[in-house]
């Protein structure tokens, strides 16, 4: 869990977003359109994508690779970019199982056809590593309930609620394929529909940051580690964002810090922690040249 300091800092950040957000609703959609290569690499690299962000990119240009690719990952980087388009709307129906099928089907497309759009039944179990998802049969049930319970608040802060709906829905892990790179476009889909920007899970610390903490739920049903995890990456598309309409002009973190007599790994700590307001793009991270910290 998040303590009450974190929560309001993100709250005040959410008011300064939306109140940036009046009148620049094409730009902050532009973002966020820029951010789907990155985005896209990245949930597929988790999954063991050999594409690159290059490669990604020139796929979704329509470009044509200097390198032999499987068929299949390019058929994921596109569906996926598809998948992440269509967040962007406005009015995105609440979350429901007939809305997950339908983004699922639109995920595997010309991939497996004979599996998307629908859950796992009969014998189709599925393990990742020592973990196996849930007993087929129980599936549509545990995933009504699970998209119910999530509808109904039951859980009242809205980063714990997503955290819980994410660790449950990988546990279970509904379908025979595609569950890693739905589950983090329903993340998506939670906080625009909750008005917040789009959230990036880093491939690179997948291992340290990401991986751990589902092996940690399965074992203690504890889920605060998500929250954290959900907290820093909101914090950070916030501060972005702000970043991007407020600022002169935005410069390497690293230069920032030799501007500002800050050693590199301080500076990188304290973006890492979101005490400072950086993002990052393309794995590099950024900042406003303005910015005077307090301390």
Known sequence: MINQTTKDKIEALHQQYIRLAKGNESLLKEITLAEIPEMVYNSNAIENSTLTMEDTEKILSGDVLNRKVNVREVFEAKNLAKLTETLLEK??????????????????SNIDDRIAGR?????????????????????????????????????????????????????????????????????????????????????????????????????????GGFTALFALLLQESLHKRITILTSKKIIPLALWASQKGIKPNVAANKAKRQTIPAFRFREKWMISEEFIPNN
């Open 119 to 223: 859950f796992r039944s009969g014998k189709e179990w599925v393990r990742v590593g020592n973990h196996f998802g849930a007993n087929p049969q129980f599936v549509p049930s545990l995933m009504h309930e699970l998209v119910d319970d999530y509808n109904q608040n039951k859980i009242s802060y809205f980063l714990d609620a997503v955290a819980h709906f994410h660790a449950e829905f990988e546990t279970i892990h509904p379908f025979v394929d595609g569950n890693g790179r739905m589950g983090r476009v329903l993340i998506n889909l939670q906080l625009n529909n909750l008005g917040f920007p789009p959230i990036i899970i880093q491939n690179k610390s997948k291992h340290t940051e990401y991986y751990p903490l589902f092996t940690r739920y399965q074992s203690t049903m504890k889920f």
């Open 91 to 108: 009015n995105i129906s609440l979350l429901n199982i007939k809305l997950i099928l339908k983004l699922h089907k639109t995920l595997l």
